[in-house]
């Protein structure tokens, strides 16, 4: 079956605009995670939804990111004013359960910030 | 404070030897521990999990240990093969399931 996808694939953009990204988890998944990957860095945690509530925000590194997920399934994340230190792999995993015991993860939307 | 450490260095090792990785985590409370496989480019890819209440867990040739009084888990691949090159991170999924926190990675090279 489908896997997680992620969309787009890769994302350049100028200092100071918005960006989305998005994330189609797996059909029935009713966990979801964003992360972020810097150059040679481990994945840091954003946000988790479980279905389509985030019980806990404060991963998100500023209040420039949202992230939204609707019908309990397709998430966005929202970079505003993007700025440079911004630019890394952001990944989208999903999961059966917040309980279970793995993460899909999708390929993941590289950002570059000029 | 709390943090995730893993090999600090990237590990190089003769094929057909056993690659030991190792995951020390301080100011957490595991639900379970989970070890995952990246190649570059690619999205990490789930390979064992363990409990805290479990000891061991063994998957064909990856081993898991978990010590929850050192606070450390270690992964083996046994007769390794350069097909195992790749990152390993490990991520810890806290008692209340909301957050999982990966460690740094570990960047390991089977040399032919």
């Known amino acids: 079956g489908a896997g997680v996808s992620q969309s787009p694939s890769n994302k350049v953009t100028e200092k100071g605009k918005d960006v989305e990204l998005r994330c189609d988890p797996i059909?029935?998944?009713?966990?979801l995670y964003w992360y972020r990957q810097s150059l040679g860095q481990g994945l840091e945690f954003l946000i988790y939804?479980?279905?389509?509530?985030?019980?806990?925000k404060s991963g998100l590194p500023s209040d420039r990111f949202s992230a939204e997920r609707t019908g309990g399934s397709v998430s966005t994340l929202t970079i505003q004013r993007t700025q440079q230190e911004d630019s890394a792999v952001y990944l989208c995993?999903?999961?059966?359960?917040?309980?279970?015991?793995?993460?899909?993860f999708g390929p993941g939307t590289r950002l570059t910030v000029l | 404070s709390q943090k995730i450490e893993q090999n600090s260095e990237a590990l190089n090792i003769q094929e057909g030897k056993t690659a030991t990785l190792t995951c020390n985590y301080t100011?957490?409370?595991?639900?379970?521990l989970q070890w995952y496989r990246q190649d570059p480019g690619r999205g990490p890819v789930f390979l064992l999990l363990?409990?805290?209440?479990?000891k061991e867990k063994r998957k064909e040739r990856l081993k898991v240990t978990f010590d929850t009084t050192l606070k450390q888990s270690l992964f083996h691949i046994t007769a390794s093969q350069p097909a195992d090159s790749a990152t390993y991170l490990c991520?810890?999924?806290?008692?209340?399931?909301?957050?999982?926190?990966f460690g740094p990675g570990t960047s390991l090279s089977v040399i032919p």
């Open positions: 995993a999903s999961s059966p359960s917040r309980q279970a015991n793995e993460q899909f």
């Open positions: 059909s029935g998944h009713t966990a």
């Open positions: 939804f479980q279905g389509n509530s985030a019980p806990d």
């Open positions: 100011n957490y409370s595991p639900a379970y």
């Open positions: 363990i409990r805290e209440n479990e």
């Open positions: 991520a810890l999924v806290t008692a209340s399931y909301d957050k999982v926190i």
